[in-house]
Each structure stands twice: as structure tokens, then as C-alpha cells.
């Protein structure tokens, strides 16, 4: 009953999750700023999770450290299928002011795992985020429901 619940939420909004790979929280705060009264995020159809298993969308925020260049290709592979990564800011572009030789950043994302949009900015504003999100987002719901038939 309560996964029949879920499916029929699911085919109408978009579930995102932060992934924060490394860096100065910047774009974290962008992604968060999403959820206040001025965006309300949630009118669009767009819901938050800290579970990549409830994902549709992977923001990836920050550089990619030593750390994280494994976690990152398991975080991807738990997002249910179809799934869409979205680099917000320079650092999982380009590794920005973190990528130096002898670094121990492995920028981009994309070197790791697909990138469907990219965001530049060091901070992107919110409403850049919010812009990409629904560009990309009601591409997975309809692979969603092209998979479900």
C-alpha cells in the first residue's frame, strides 16, 4: 500500500538529493536558500531527500576529493534508474580555486560519473539551481514513466 502511495507522488515531482563532494559549502548554502519562503522549492513539484535511493536528480556540490572519487560512483549507482547528475558550481566543473597541481582534487564530476547540466558560478544563485533543476528534472520523470510500462 505504502509503495503504491509512493508511485503515484513520484509521477509528478521531482526528488533531488545534495551531494556535497568536497569544498566550501557555498553552493550547499545556495541549494539550501532553495527551501526558504522566496523559492519554496516545493511548489514546483521538487522535494529534498538526504536518501540518494529516493533521488531522481544528484545535485553534486564541491570539488571532488580523494574521499569522495569511489563514494561518489556508489552514491550514483544507489539512485534508482532513470537518474540525472547536476554539477552546481565551478568546483565539480573545473575544481576552481581548490584544483592545483599535486592537488588532491579529481574535478570534474563528469570524470567519474554522467553530468546532465552544469551550473557555473562560484556561488550559483538559487534561482539558476531551481532553472536547472526544472530543465532536467521533467526529463527523468518521463524516463521514469517510459521504464514503469
Known amino acids: 500500500m ?3 502511495i509512493k508511485d503515484v507522488v513520484r ?6 538529493c545534495i551531494v556535497n563532494c568536497g569544498g566550501c559549502n557555498g553552493c550547499d548554502v545556495e541549494c539550501v536558500a ?3 519562503p522566496r523559492y519554496d522549492l516545493e511548489q514546483y513539484g521538487i522535494y529534498v531527500h538526504n536518501n540518494p535511493r529516493e ?6 556540490t564541491g570539488a571532488v576529493t580523494e574521499q569522495w572519487k ?3 560512483k556508489r552514491i550514483y549507482d544507489k539512485a534508482p534508474e532513470p537518474k540525472i547528475a547536476v554539477a552546481v558550481g565551478n568546483c565539480p566543473i573545473s575544481g576552481d580555486v581548490f584544483a592545483q597541481e599535486g592537488g588532491h582534487v579529481n574535478a570534474p564530476a563528469s570524470n567519474f560519473i554522467p553530468v546532465a547540466a552544469e551550473i557555473p558560478g562560484c556561488p550559483p544563485r ?5 532553472e ?3 530543465a532536467v528534472g521533467p526529463q527523468a520523470i518521463a524516463d ?6
Request: aromatic letters at 0%; hydrophobic letters at 50%; proline letters at 3%.
Open 2 to 4: 505504502l509503495d503504491a
Open 34 to 36: 532553495l527551501l526558504s
Open 11 to 16: 509521477k509528478s515531482s521531482i526528488h533531488v
Open 144 to 149: 521514469r514513466g517510459r521504464e514503469q510500462k
Open 70 to 72: 569511489d563514494n561518489l
Open 126 to 130: 538559487p534561482s539558476e539551481i531551481l
Open 55 to 60: 533521488a531522481d536528480v544528484l545535485l553534486l
Open 132 to 134: 536547472a533543476i526544472l
